[in-house]
């Protein structure tokens, strides 16, 4: 017997939407859109910059009904759900806590009975008072009849509709069955404005003539009572029932050619262009939106006086990507949920666009990778990475993908910039979390943006004058210890209260000289003089004023290329000291790695007296051009940006402790054909590197291994 086994584990979260709703569930005042995707709930807040993921909740299994209830003692909503097997839950938002949890739930699968292939939406009664399911095709059954002179044997059929009363607070009572007679129902959903709940059936007979039924719930007698209305002889191709909220009740009952409106007493039709539609999405009470199978977006909106529909007008709006769930949200932007491609935010404009012709704006996409018909998995950039390209999608949304395991790197917006050499944030104070200013350098100034209130009470990017720094070509520019901006120039190492925007102290070299590199964190600096002459400070923060110190000076036998003095600290947060920037716990370092024209060489040079430790040649004719120290899985190493677009990396060996240590373990991949510039950032409270270059990339370790994402 083989003892092999298989280990499956999810390397990516589900991206198709199958399902979405909108409604208040995190808080009364809160607008949320609920997805569900596959196997996974996700629940984002919308916000005046879009919308805000909040949660990601794991479901044992794959989700089937996913809808939106109030009951009517309540000012929130809660959500039901259902999964393919049948098993179901009642889930609220705790906001003490911002968790969700479980209200209700239980399996709703009986042991007879052939389920239905088709899970229709629309299963909860507006005024809250129960859930209807139609899980239960109708089956032929025999019966036998007895006549005087012959037998003969007649056969019914019969489905079962599942309901699950509740009370005013949302608890659920025991489910029971009645009996629907109705052989094959194509939809079937809850009518407004009824004293009793109602339900309006579309269903197929056996001539397969199709005809729209009403049925009121009778809880106490748990059985069906007529209807107050009923259509027979509907559209052959009617496929989808959309109820009307009140005033005006009724349903649209939509067909491949043709909408109708129907309450009982009124019927107005308009015709349309043959297609199947096969979601809808309400606006309000008279406008609804239309996606059918070629993502194209309609709406039909019900043209009335008072209460009473007086016609129906439909108009073509734009293409989307294929629905699979429409919700409006709020202010015309609508979300377009895919199955068959990505996801989409979309603008609704009351008048249409002369460029593209649509009424529609796409404000957001979100990616799908689903449906996977076809994968290869390859190494593309041959840095011993596994790459899945995909053949994703499909009909007019299918596409190939590349499916990284890893971080992705998401532009959100470009501007052109001519003659910028370097930028670097600011944050207010040497501790906060947030940065509030940019500073740009260009060849021969300097500008700093902020944020500042218009006046027309808009935030927006604006230049702000901050007169302690130096208007000229920046080397480099960040916080540091004592609440100080530090600015190194070509001419000059200056602090910069950031409180007062003012300099408070400054070193310049000789007349002959000038600063060609520097590094720096947040208690040290480095500098390279022309002439290859490296000047160490040290910045003293004292009691009442913080000061740059001279501490070493010494002269290298080549020009100095790049320089880099990162701590090699694994600044994980403190308890106490959660709210502040992660750079407080990773203030100085005993080492500074140094590139050296001519030689093509790292070296390691001891601080604070600059005592050489080690050196490795790079070999080639390639200049270095960035260095980074970094600490990776508890495993530091040194990465080279070369000129030519490759990385090196080293394994720092610092066995010796403070005394000494080496350079080891030589790897090199090739990111691009431009120089790289290196710089570390955290994200969730884990160290990644951005390697800047005509392929952006950002390197993090996984296992102990290192991994690509660009």
Request: glycine share 8%.
């Amino acid at each position: 017997m083989d003892d092999c086994k298989n280990y499956v584990v999810t390397a990516q979260k589900p991206t198709s939407v199958t399902h979405s709703c909108v409604g208040n569930f995190t808080g009364s005042g809160d607008t949320n859109l609920i997805l569900g995707k596959g196997t996974r709930v996700e629940i984002h807040l919308l916000t005046a910059e879009g919308l805000t993921p909040l949660h990601d909740v794991a479901i044992y299994g794959r989700i089937t009904i996913l809808e939106l209830f109030r009951p009517p003692s309540s000012s929130v909503d809660l959500l039901f759900l259902c999964t393919q097997r049948y098993q179901f839950c009642v889930l609220e938002y705790n906001k003490a806590t911002k968790t969700v949890v479980t209200k209700a739930h239980g399996n709703i699968r009986d042991s007879v009975g052939r389920m239905s292939e088709v899970i229709t939406g629309g299963n909860i009664d507006p005024e809250g008072r129960l859930l209807g399911m139609n899980l239960y095709e109708g089956t032929d059954r025999p019966i036998l009849v007895i006549f005087i002179t012959c037998l003969l044997t007649v056969r019914l059929f019969t489905g079962y509709f599942k309901v699950i009363p509740m009370d005013g607070h949302g608890k659920l009572s025991d489910t029971f069955n009645i009996r629907l007679d109705e052989l094959r129902v194509i939809d079937v959903k809850f009518l407004y404005g009824c004293s009793k709940p109602t339900i309006c059936v579309l269903y197929e007979d056996h001539r397969a003539t199709r005809h729209v039924k009403t049925y009121v719930i009778l809880t106490k007698e748990k059985e069906f009572a007529d209807g107050p209305w009923s259509q027979s002889h509907v559209e052959a191709g009617a496929s989808l029932l959309i109820p009307v909220p009140t005033p005006f009740g009724g349903v649209l009952i939509v067909s491949q050619e043709m909408i109708v409106y129907h309450n009982g007493s009124t019927c107005h039709a308009i015709p349309m262009q043959s297609t199947v539609i096969q979601v809808y999405g309400q606006v309000d009470g008279s406008r609804f939106l239309l996606a059918d199978q070629f993502g194209l977006l309609q709406v039909v909106v019900l043209q009335h006086t008072g209460k009473d529909v007086t016609g129906l007008s439909l108009d073509v709006l734009g293409e989307t990507s294929i629905a699979s769930t429409l919700s409006y949200l709020d202010n015309g932007v609508l979300f377009v949920g895919s199955a068959f491609g990505d996801s989409q935010l979309v603008k609704l404009h009351p008048s249409r666009d002369v460029s593209t012709g649509t009424y529609l704006e796409v404000l957001d996409s979100y990616v799908n990778v689903g449906p996977i018909v076809d994968f290869v998995v390859m190494d593309l950039d041959r840095q011993g990475q596994g790459q899945v390209v995909t053949c994703s999608g499909a009909y007019k949304d299918g596409s190939l993908r590349i499916v990284r395991n890893g971080i992705g790197i998401n532009e959100l917006a470009a501007a052109e910039l001519p003659g910028i050499k370097g930028m670097w944030p600011l944050r207010p104070t040497f501790a906060s979390q947030q940065d509030t200013l940019l500073v740009q350098s260009f060849v021969n100034e300097v500008r700093v943006l902020g944020f500042a209130t218009s006046d027309n009470d808009e935030v927006e990017l604006a230049e702000q004058d901050v007169p302690g720094l130096a208007n000229t070509k920046t080397l480099i520019c960040r916080n540091v210890v004592g609440d100080l901006w530090l600015q190194v120039t070509e001419h000059q190492v200056g602090l910069v209260s950031a409180a007062t925007l003012q300099r408070v102290a400054s070193w310049s070299p000789p007349s002959a000289q000038r600063i060609t590199v520097a590094a720096a964190n947040p208690t040290q600096v480095v500098v390279a003089l022309s002439g290859g002459v490296l000047v160490y400070f040290d910045i003293s923060n004292v009691v009442l004023s913080t000061t740059l110190v001279e501490t070493a000076q010494t002269k290298l036998p080549h020009e100095i290329a790049c320089l880099d003095i990162t701590p090699l600290v694994d600044a994980k947060p403190a308890a106490a000291d959660d709210d502040a920037h992660w750079e407080t716990r990773a203030r100085s370092t005993t080492r500074c790695v140094v590139g050296l024209w001519s030689d093509l060489s790292v070296s390691i040079y001891r601080l604070p007296d600059l005592r050489l430790d080690t050196t490795v040649l790079l070999g080639g004719d390639v200049l270095p051009r960035s260095l980074l120290s970094i600490r990776f899985d508890d495993q530091p190493y040194v990465l080279v940006g070369m000129g030519d677009g490759s990385l090196y990396t080293y394994a720092l060996d610092t066995a010796g402790g403070a005394t000494s240590s080496s350079l080891t373990n030589k790897k090199k991949f090739s990111l691009g054909a431009q120089p790289i510039l290196l710089s570390a950032f955290r994200s969730k409270d884990v160290m990644h590197v951005f390697a800047a270059s005509d392929r952006p990339t950002v390197l993090y370790s996984q296992h102990g291994k290192l991994l690509f994402s660009n």
